[in-house]
């Protein structure tokens, strides 16, 4: 929270951490009770001293350059104040506010005026501003268009109210191409409400092509035909957005987004929300999904955000157009949470050979009608998905038991029929946890790989995750999967009081018999690589270790088929898959029997 040194015009700013190669950038957004203030740059001033001019001469020269454009009517009526002051207020351009007139023309044209005489800083105050935001598809018309080095001021009651139309394609603030731009503070309201088209997606509250340097901090974008917040390149040269921080932004019931990225190099989003998207595919809270193979998402940090009640998922990456030639995908969440999204968090149809990472460390998914972690059809030759610290809690509310694409599970890895993949996978899970706590626990699976389709799972590996409460297994992981690890510092135990077939479900526990009352035998699946179990007798009787049919013990037996058992208390042995197939046993301690 900004500090105020007085009671009306004096603000502190407050830092915000790096956005990647970008370097270390400042800016705060406090929208205070009976005035605007804000850090800027490197320092804090108010909006009735921003950049003073030195003297009255240099009014005087700036009066002569605009000459008789005041019968033009695009002077600003307070011109001695506007100029020394460096700020422009849109009233002085004959802006009404008065939520009936509509005001865009004289706000271009007071946009038009601050940059032709520099000038930095242009205020809204108090009041509804009508806008027609009707534009081309390229984004180069329409609404109102930003320009280098100006900030927009607005108070927290300030609103921008797109006009009602039929327009399939729409802006109410537009840049293209452009460099340090600000938007801070106020309301910006689309015209969802009162749209007069059935058709289009592409209703944006502020829409950003190719442009460097932007901020926007404290603003609410809500109700558009499309997407709250639209970011990507220049539809000419491909050129991406550099440098974009979102701080304390809030985008609430949109039709398609909340916020969508296509292209970016260097995006930082901190204490945004992002709420309530619903209306047309694929609304989602954020949706970052390149448009071509030549898309970026490079650099790119969400911290603190939330995305909630989202009809399709709260954070999606979805990756299908990205090739082997593209950039490096790099983007992590972190300390982000989300709660009644149909999904929290999806990570979907990467394909093979895409390049980078996507990190998931301290998110918590709450709530969710299904899954609070997805990850579908994504190549195992792909980009690597790390969880990190991650939570899901009592996810899976619609309790659907048919629907083989949640599967129960708060994790889950699995393959669409419309992006099939010849393997998934290529994911790290360390100290996750599931948890359901209901009476009724509607979470079958703490973890879950499975596809009804072709592909193969592999390299996947689970490190000291936790399952409370599910109501059939911590994991569940389909028999064709390869390369599957789970490890656990300190091992689960399962206790085993008759004879049964050890599920992989089982990876990384320790099976002991415990409890029984006579010799229990269990038989080993298939090996696979990297699948690890352990044994261990806690009751006097014996406890026989068999391989699947064919398979053999390696290091202890000389043949296939041959059992291993023990009855001494305390002896205990742990075994590894092969990719032959065998089990190969990698640690014994007591004495076991070939039989």
């Not at 390869?482 to 004879?499: F, G, S």
Request: include cysteine; proline fraction near 2%.
């Amino acid at each position: 929270m900004a500090e105020r040194a007085d009671s009306k015009n004096r603000v502190n700013r407050r830092q915000i951490l790096k956005i990647g190669a970008a370097g270390t950038v400042s800016v705060a957004a406090t929208l205070l009770g009976g005035g605007v203030g804000y850090a800027l740059g490197n320092g804090v001033k108010p909006l009735t001293t921003l950049g003073e001019c030195e003297c009255e001469e240099d009014i005087v020269q700036l009066q002569g350059e605009i000459g008789d454009m005041t019968e033009l009517g695009v002077t600003p009526r307070n011109l001695t104040k506007t100029l020394s002051e460096r700020s422009l207020n849109v009233k002085d351009f004959g802006a009404i506010g008065n939520a009936s007139t509509g005001d865009q023309a004289v706000i271009q044209q007071a946009l038009d005026f601050a940059r032709s005489h520099s000038i930095e800083h242009v205020v809204f105050p108090s009041g509804v501003y009508y806008v027609d935001a009707g534009s081309t598809s390229d984004g180069s018309s329409g609404g109102i268009e930003l320009y280098d080095n100006i900030t927009i001021h607005m108070q927290a009651d300030t609103v921008i109210q797109g006009l009602a139309s039929s327009a399939t394609n729409s802006n109410i603030f537009r840049a293209k191409n452009k460099k340090n731009i600000k938007i801070l503070g106020g309301i910006i309201k689309g015209d969802r409400m009162t749209h007069l088209g059935t058709t289009g997606e592409w209703g944006h509250g502020i829409n950003i092509l190719g442009c460097e340097q932007v901020t926007i901090a404290g603003t609410c974008i809500m109700d558009c035909w499309g997407d709250g917040i639209y970011i990507g390149s220049d539809p000419l040269t491909n050129a991406p957005a550099k440098q974009v921080r979102l701080i304390q932004v809030k985008c609430s019931n949109n039709r398609r987004q909340g916020l969508s990225v296509t292209s970016i190099d260097g995006l930082y989003a901190e204490h945004c929300s992002f709420s309530e998207s619903n209306g047309t595919s694929p609304q989602c809270g954020v949706d970052l999904e390149p448009n071509t193979k030549l898309g970026m998402l490079k650099h790119v940090v969400f911290m603190n955000c939330r995305a909630d009640s989202n009809e399709l998922v709260g954070f999606l990456v979805q990756l299908s157009r990205l090739d082997a030639t593209s950039e490096r995908v790099d983007i992590q969440f972190v300390n982000c949470r989300t709660s009644g999204n149909k999904y929290g968090y999806c990570i979907q149809y990467c394909n093979d050979y895409v390049k980078g990472s996507v990190k998931f460390v301290d998110c918590t998914a709450t709530n969710e009608l299904w899954n609070g972690f997805l990850e579908t059809s994504c190549s195992s030759l792909g980009v690597e998905t790390v969880y990190r610290g991650c939570a899901a809690y009592a996810c899976n509310t619609e309790n659907n038991t048919a629907n083989t694409g949640a599967f129960g599970a708060s994790f889950f890895i699995r393959e669409d029929s419309r992006q099939p993949r010849t393997t998934i996978g290529n994911a790290i899970y360390e100290a996750c946890v599931s948890v359901e706590d209901r009476s009724t626990p509607t979470i079958r699976r703490g973890f879950a790989i499975s596809t009804a389709y072709a592909a193969i799972p592999r390299h996947v590996k689970y490190v000291n995750c936790e399952s409370y409460g599910e109501s059939i297994s911590m994991f569940e992981i389909i028999p064709t999967a390869e390369n599957i690890v789970a490890k656990h510092d300190v091992w689960k135990e399962i206790d085993c009081t008759t004879n049964t077939t050890v599920k992989t479900r089982q990876l990384g526990f320790t099976h002991t018999n415990r409890g029984a009352s006579g010799e229990v035998r269990l038989t080993l699946p298939p090996a696979k690589e990297n699948y690890t179990f352990q044994f261990r007798v806690e009751q006097g009787h014996y406890f026989n270790i068999a391989p699947h049919s064919g398979g053999q013990l390696l290091g202890l037996t000389a043949a296939a088929d041959t059992e291993l058992r023990s009855q001494a208390i305390g002896a205990s042995i742990a075994l590894r898959g092969r990719t032959d197939g065998n089990w190969e046993v990698t640690r014994v301690v007591g004495e076991w029997e070939a039989v």
